[in-house]
């Protein structure tokens, strides 16, 4: 096989092993608000729209009753120990970050909320964030998972700790689960540095993302996903390319600490973005992003701990060969990051 032949057939395989929806920042977070007031109850949905559309087996055009149905199904909610029937809702779309939130307004008044299951129980990896509020406060936020897949008024109230625990797993999740960031962290690590040109590259990738994520939990600045989702792929672009450049150029500068930061910045709104998409308050969003953010770190320092020790390995030991996987792991991920910056516009 040419060379020619065997670069088109990397092309087309990693084209194939592609996702088809390259969206990068959905943790499998959905919300439940639960809104009491002095005459009646509001409730309000937040999901993605092709989460919803994908679990209630529906097309690409959902009309407002399709919507009605399909979380109508999956809510279960009860109000001083009655189910909730689920009555024509509200509904406000943003289709630049695929969202849907979906509100009904029940009359009368209630004192006890129920919430039985998560929106997705089917998904082992979904998480409903659920928030009650009393008198224009929240009272409750709790985020359902798998092994704590209901919120009950009649069980002990959840402590701050163990929140902060289920928020951490969420991150940890996220970033092993999400493989724009596995490619990125390991096209960062891929030229088999020393130990402390790794550590100023991770190091310098975690200062800003951690810097942005304070700024989204501020209230400062939250960029659309319409502009972060592309600048995420281009990050995965720019590290490839830049791996490219320094295996021709070897012994330049190292752009990579500089590179990690710059975009470390942007794959911080993103994480901070796919938190708020679930609706937390403002009170909730402080712990959520911290013990996210330490689910992030701890995600990322597990593919440093099983990635970096390979490399230094085959990198000292077959030199030419590792030399020539180098140059069609960064084509690799480059291709990667180019489909998805395309998809993302």
Request: net charge neutral; proline share 4%; charged share 15%.
């Amino acid at each position: 096989m040419t060379r020619r032949n065997r670069l088109t057939a990397l092309l087309l395989g990693v084209m194939a092993l592609l996702p088809s929806r390259a969206w990068a920042h959905d943790p499998a977070l959905s919300g439940v608000r639960v809104l009491l007031r002095a005459h009646d109850v509001v409730i309000t949905v937040s999901t993605h729209v092709a989460r919803l559309r994908s679990a209630a087996g529906l097309g690409d055009v959902m009309t407002s009753a399709d919507v009605d149905r399909a979380i109508g199904a999956r809510l279960h909610v009860r109000l001083d120990g009655a189910d909730v029937v689920p009555l024509p809702g509200h509904l406000i779309s943003d289709a630049t970050n695929d969202l849907l939130t979906w509100q009904m307004i029940r009359p009368g008044t209630a004192q006890r909320v129920d919430v039985l299951s998560r929106l997705y129980p089917e998904d082992a990896t979904a998480r409903t964030v659920v928030t009650i509020m009393r008198d224009g406060q929240a009272s409750d936020d709790v985020l359902l998972d798998a092994e704590h897949p209901s919120y009950l008024t009649t069980e002990p109230a959840v402590s701050l700790a163990t929140l902060a625990g289920r928020y951490v797993r969420t991150g940890i999740a996220h970033i092993l689960s999400g493989p724009d960031h596995v490619l990125f962290v390991l096209g960062l690590l891929l030229l088999g540095q020393s130990l402390g040109a790794v550590l100023r590259t991770i190091t310098a990738f975690t200062i800003a993302h951690s810097i942005t994520l304070s700024i989204a939990a501020l209230g400062l600045f939250v960029p659309s996903a319409r502009i972060v989702e592309p600048l995420i792929a281009l990050s995965i672009v720019t590290i490839a390319f830049e791996n490219l450049r320094a295996r021709a150029s070897a012994g330049g500068f190292d752009y990579r600490p500089l590179v990690a930061f710059v975009f470390g910045l942007v794959h911080g709104f993103g994480f901070a973005g796919a938190l708020a998409d679930a609706g937390l308050t403002a009170r909730a969003l402080w712990l959520a992003l911290g013990s996210f953010n330490v689910g992030v770190e701890i995600g990322q320092a597990l593919i440093v701990i099983a990635a970096v020790p390979v490399i230094a390995w085959c990198s000292s030991h077959y030199v030419p060969q590792w030399r020539r996987v180098v140059v069609a792991a960064s084509l690799a991920i480059g291709v990667a990051g180019s489909y998805w910056f395309m998809v993302r516009l």
